[in-house]
């Protein structure tokens, strides 16, 4: 079996979730010139989380963390050229009641790697283990996953199982039976929406989300600026997952699934064109603990910033019955 599991890095992680591609509070900023990162520090501190930094062998990790630490706890994970800002809404709602943890994945967010670093789901996937042992945040952990995010936050769960209570997915990438998205028929068509220059973000936010929420032009330069100046990494592991897709089936993505008796809660958008909605019954089909998907309309790839007070109120219900 452990050959098996470790074959999810078969999964197309189609998650096209920006550096810093969040909604902000009212008032959390004035002046016409505005400073990104005093931004996400105010919208996380206006979630109930604090930034933190916690050195594991040669990553030097940085995370959000929210809530007390006695209570149940809860491991968000963001997508593909996401970070930790985009649960920040999400969080907002969690925080009273659950012990949250948002790490910002290797060449991700403020996590730096070196350009040799292994960005391979199986690897990231065990390099997130080795951060909840430093941390210790294994035992007994809720475990939610964002599009990439979802198919690291899968794998771990297959491979934690006695230590996973719950596992959520949001748009879960995959691969798939149900794919007709260009870009699951086709993974070699992400390369055209890694953001390298300026109007690309535009392009990739409009793909993403099917209401786009506000983003002071101000702030959307900026955010375009940090993605491009991440966009090697970027580049990086989207050359390894169109390689991988080229290698690894449905059907092998099926085996490892189908091992999970996790209780699981799955959130799609309807209107995702990145991932379509029809995988999450398929989804649902494979896990053998998994409640009817939570099918959101008028909602695209990005649920939890177009629809993040419904998603967060959902999943707390779903938490609640298997505290």
Same mark, same amino acid.
């Given at each position: 079996?452990?050959?098996?599991?470790?074959?999810?890095?078969?999964?197309?992680?189609?998650?096209?979730?920006?550096?810093?591609?969040?909604?902000?509070?009212?008032?959390?900023?004035?002046?016409? /010139? =505005?400073?990104?990162? *005093?931004?996400?520090?105010?919208?996380? $501190?206006? &979630? +109930?989380?604090?930034? %933190?930094?916690?050195?594991?062998?040669?990553?030097?990790?940085?995370?959000?963390?929210?809530?007390?630490?006695?209570?149940?706890?809860?491991?968000?994970?963001?997508?593909?050229?996401?970070?930790?800002?985009?649960?920040?809404?999400?969080?907002?709602?969690?925080?009273?009641?659950?012990?949250?943890?948002?790490?910002?994945?290797?060449?991700?967010?403020?996590?730096?790697?070196?350009?040799?670093?292994?960005? /391979? =789901?199986?690897?990231? *996937?065990?390099?997130?283990?080795?951060? $909840?042992? &430093? +941390?210790?945040?294994? %035992?007994?952990?809720?475990?939610?996953?964002?599009?990439?995010?979802?198919?690291?936050?899968?794998?771990?769960?297959?491979?934690?199982?006695?230590?996973?209570?719950?596992?959520?997915?949001?748009?879960?990438?995959?691969?798939?039976?149900?794919?007709?998205?260009?870009?699951?028929?086709?993974?070699?068509?992400?390369?055209?929406?890694?953001?390298?220059?300026?109007?690309?973000?535009?392009?990739?936010?409009?793909?993403?989300?099917?209401?786009?929420?506000?983003?002071?032009?101000?702030?959307?330069?900026?955010?375009?600026?940090?993605?491009?100046?991440?966009?090697?990494?970027?580049?990086?592991?989207?050359?390894?997952?169109?390689?991988?897709?080229?290698?690894?089936?449905?059907?092998?993505?099926?085996?490892?699934?189908?091992?999970?008796?996790?209780?699981?809660?799955?959130?799609?958008?309807?209107?995702?064109?990145?991932?379509?909605?029809?995988?999450?019954?398929?989804?649902?089909?494979?896990?053998?603990?998994?409640?009817?998907?939570?099918?959101?309309?008028?909602?695209?790839?990005?649920?939890?910033?177009?629809?993040?007070?419904?998603?967060?109120?959902?999943?707390?219900?779903?938490?609640?019955?298997?505290?």
């Amino acid at each position: 079996m452990k050959r098996t599991l470790s074959q999810l890095c078969l999964t197309l992680s189609l998650s096209l979730t920006t550096a810093t591609m969040t909604t902000y509070p009212t008032n959390s900023f004035a002046a016409p /010139s =505005i400073n990104i990162q *005093t931004v996400l520090q105010q919208e996380r $501190a206006w &979630a +109930g989380l604090q930034t %933190k930094k916690l050195k594991v062998g040669e990553i030097e990790w940085v995370y959000s963390e929210g809530g007390q630490a006695t209570k149940p706890t809860i491991i968000l994970i963001h997508g593909l050229a996401g970070s930790r800002d985009n649960w920040n809404r999400v969080a907002r709602y969690l925080t009273p009641n659950y012990h949250v943890i948002i790490p910002d994945l290797p060449a991700h967010g403020d996590t730096q790697v070196t350009d040799d670093f292994d960005l /391979s =789901i199986p690897n990231l *996937t065990e390099k997130l283990r080795r951060f $909840a042992e &430093a +941390g210790h945040f294994e %035992k007994d952990v809720n475990i939610a996953g964002h599009s990439m995010g979802g198919v690291i936050a899968l794998l771990y769960t297959a491979q934690y199982p006695t230590e996973t209570k719950t596992l959520l997915l949001v748009d879960s990438a995959g691969v798939f039976k149900s794919a007709n998205t260009a870009y699951l028929k086709n993974p070699a068509l992400l390369n055209e929406l890694v953001v390298k220059k300026s109007g690309d973000f535009d392009k990739l936010f409009q793909l993403a989300t099917t209401t786009p929420p506000f983003i002071p032009v101000e702030l959307k330069t900026e955010q375009e600026k940090l993605m491009i100046t991440q966009s090697k990494s970027t580049q990086r592991m989207v050359n390894q997952l169109v390689e991988m897709s080229k290698i690894y089936t449905p059907e092998t993505f099926a085996i490892a699934a189908k091992s999970i008796d996790t209780p699981t809660f799955i959130v799609w958008g309807e209107q995702d064109k990145i991932i379509n909605v029809e995988a999450a019954q398929e989804l649902k089909d494979l896990l053998k603990n998994a409640q009817p998907p939570l099918i959101l309309k008028n909602v695209g790839h990005m649920p939890i910033l177009e629809a993040d007070q419904i998603v967060a109120q959902q999943y707390l219900i779903f938490l609640n019955k298997h505290k």
